[in-house]
């Protein structure tokens, strides 16, 4: 049973920054994509963030800074089996329940979320 569990939400200023983590079990995390996505009140659930088993990583055009790189750091520690979502200059619109999420042998699995609040 693979199970995703995450952690480091709360709640900072706007401008402040927050480290995201989403640890996995019941699976050889090694081989699987991981995603980040989130879901604002009143809006459907956006995916943020991928990164592939090798390493490669994907942001959605709305976490990334319009000048700048992404605002958005997706990385994995393979050998704790946990992904992490850094996220800097944050702003109130990125207010969102986070989820973690991965697809293994064609079933989708989702972590519990985890709240974060951007105030200004």
């Known amino acids: 049973q693979v199970q995703l569990v995450e952690s480091g939400g709360g709640l900072v200023q706007a401008g402040g920054s927050l480290r995201l983590s989403c640890a996995a079990s019941?699976?050889?995390?090694?081989?699987?994509?991981m995603h980040w996505y989130r879901q604002a009140p009143g809006k459907q659930r956006e995916s943020i963030a991928t990164?592939?088993?090798?390493?490669?990583?994907?942001?959605?055009?709305?976490v990334k800074g319009r000048f700048t790189i992404s605002r958005i750091t997706i990385s994995r520690d393979n050998a704790k089996s946990t992904v992490h979502l850094q996220m800097n200059s944050l702003k109130p619109e990125d207010t969102a329940v986070y989820y973690c999420?991965?697809?293994?042998?064609?079933?989708?699995?989702w972590g519990p979320g985890t709240q974060v609040t951007v105030s200004s």
């Open positions: 019941g699976t050889i995390f090694s081989i699987n994509a």
């Open positions: 999420n991965t697809v293994v042998r064609g079933g989708t699995y």
């Open positions: 990164i592939t088993s090798s390493g490669s990583t994907n942001y959605a055009d709305s």
